[in-house]
């Protein structure tokens, strides 16, 4: 009987340990990270510019800092208490509260007129809209030297034109001098407070009222709603949202407002024209330590705006959803 033959096996192959999976690993923990490339710059100047000073601001205004910047260590609420008793208080808080009531009410007024105009077709429109972002893109220190040089009681442009039109005269004055005097020149502020925040809080509005979809005043009219009833039931609580987060904005810009009553008045005389704000930079001069704990002050009040910004802009985001 034949054998056959049997061919030899071939030998095993040895079995070595892929390595795909661990390169892909490696790649996909190198690919985690190469954001950080594009963002770490951002980030280490957010440290630097933002955080480390708000942390070197809460650690002075819990410290005592005499004069010339020599720490005598930790004297927890002495400072806040200190600010608390200051006599000026109380009159900068209630002048805070006017400029930024009145500023963000005139400025929000003043921007539904113009965004309804600027909604509407006419010849010019497109000029019309350019120039209104004039005074917003301009400097804000620039524009309020600007008005404080119009307002010189000698040779202001605003003076000469009063004086030319007899109504100095008719005061019994030849010169007035607008910012010399407090009850006057926080009008004039707030003036141009309102002239540098009109042009953003109109574009606000204006994009609010261009996304109301026209179907909505189509049936509005159809209903036989007249132009004031549509506005005030259509218009208004479509534009709520947008509304809304351009107030809460212009409330933060208004309040954190420093350049335009530097410019005109210093907070002066004395501090009969100060907001916190600038009242928080005075104090610098006589106690450090207080300085910091009205800063401290000042950035709780906008943690809390920039938490209903946040609430507001949530908020607008889900009705447009």
Request: hydrophobic residues 55%; charged residues 10%; glycine residues 8%.
């Amino acid at each position: 009987m034949a054998r056959t033959a049997t061919l030899p096996r071939p030998p095993a192959a040895v079995s070595a340990k892929p390595d795909g999976p661990p390169r892909r690993r490696r790649r996909s923990r190198w690919a985690g990270l190469e954001p950080l490339i594009w963002i770490g710059p951002a980030i280490l100047l957010i440290i630097g510019v933002v955080l480390v000073p708000v942390v070197l601001m809460f650690r002075t205004a819990f410290h005592e800092i005499d004069a010339i910047g020599f720490d005598h260590g930790f004297v927890g609420f002495a400072n806040f208490e200190a600010l608390f008793q200051e006599p000026s208080l109380r009159a900068v808080v209630m002048r805070t509260v006017l400029w930024v009531v009145v500023v963000v009410t005139v400025t929000v007024i003043v921007s539904l007129l113009l965004a309804q105009l600027f909604n509407q077709s006419f010849p010019g429109r497109r000029v019309a809209r350019w120039a209104l972002i004039a005074p917003w893109a301009a400097s804000v220190f620039m524009t309020a030297v600007v008005f404080r040089w119009m307002l010189d009681s000698r040779s202001g442009l605003i003076n000469i034109f009063l004086h030319d039109i007899g109504l100095l005269t008719e005061l019994g004055t030849a010169q007035a001098d607008w910012l010399g005097r407090p009850s006057v020149a926080i009008w004039w502020m707030m003036g141009v407070a309102v002239f540098v925040s009109v042009p953003f809080t109109t574009y606000a509005i204006l994009a609010g009222l261009q996304g109301i979809p026209g179907d909505v005043y189509e049936a509005a009219v159809l209903d036989g709603a007249s132009a004031w009833r549509t506005y005030l039931s259509v218009t208004l609580p479509l534009l709520r949202p947008a509304l809304l987060v351009a107030i809460l904005i212009n409330v933060m810009n208004v309040f954190n407002s420093f350049p335009i009553i530097w410019a005109m008045t210093g907070g002066g005389p004395g501090d009969e024209t100060a907001t916190t704000t600038i009242f928080m930079y005075q104090l610098k001069s006589s106690s450090i330590a207080e300085s910091a704990a009205m800063s401290v002050v000042n950035f709780g009040i906008v943690i809390v705006l920039v938490g209903l910004f946040v609430k507001a802009s949530s908020g607008k985001s889900q009705v447009q959803s």
